[in-house]
């Protein structure tokens, strides 16, 4: 009978490190995309187009849409665990305007880069919460300036515009800083670049956006 009993008590022991081994090899998969919202900001798709103004010199510069991708990329912190995040590139041609990378890289959070023909910066980044709308995340030398109501752009009205910059020490003694303004489902309406005593501004005066 203590035979028997051992006999079930051990065999009751494989079976439940059987499934401690199992559950402890499950991977677990985290996948973050962005969020619709974010997207309306700033995600565009082939058949857009932009035209700026350089306030200072008065030309006026095309932004079309040359590429577009739309990706999940992963990465595993160990074999167990694996993240996935959404990844979109967007390329322009023209002199302003050159690549957008947004990315989520966790829940309810997104990050647009803009680079254009001159440097690049973090223009956007916002975090949501609830339903409260747009909540920025601050960063060091990033973040949002003001949000305008109405703003008017060479005769176009905008409403709920985002002003974000960009701010980092040049080494010369000179704080450079890039104002992007932002109006959601068009995009960079306005773009102010003080670098090195040298201003630029491109101010948008027709635009075609599918989304």
């Not at 339903?131 to 109501?149: A, D, P, Q």
């Not at 995009?187 to 102010?192: T, V």
């Not at 670049?193 to 956006?209: E, F, Y």
Request: proline fraction near 1%.
């Amino acid at each position: 009978m203590i035979m028997a009993k051992t006999s079930r008590f051990c065999q009751y022991l494989i079976v439940f490190l059987i499934i401690i081994c199992l559950s402890s090899c499950k991977k677990k998969e985290s996948v973050y995309t962005i969020p619709e919202e974010f997207r309306a900001w700033s995600v565009f798709q082939p058949g857009s187009y932009w035209f700026y103004l350089n306030e200072q010199t008065q030309s006026i510069d095309s932004s079309y849409i040359t590429g577009f991708s739309d990706q999940m990329r992963g990465v595993a912190n160990d074999p167990h665990n694996i993240w996935y995040w959404e990844n979109v590139n967007i390329d322009f041609t023209g002199s302003f305007l050159s690549h957008f990378e947004i990315m989520s890289t966790s829940n309810n959070f997104a990050s647009l880069y803009v680079n254009y023909r001159s440097g690049s910066s973090m223009a956007l980044q916002l975090a949501y919460f609830n339903n409260y709308g747009l909540v920025h995340r601050e960063t060091h030398l990033m973040g949002v300036v003001k949000v305008f109501s109405e703003f008017n752009v060479n005769g176009n009205t905008f409403t709920n515009v985002y002003q974000t910059r960009d701010s980092w020490s040049s080494g010369n003694g000179y704080a450079d800083t890039v104002d992007f303004y932002f109006a959601k489902n068009i995009g960079i309406i306005k773009l102010e670049k003080h670098l090195a005593q040298t201003d630029t501004t491109w101010s948008v005066i027709r635009w075609h956006v599918v989304q």
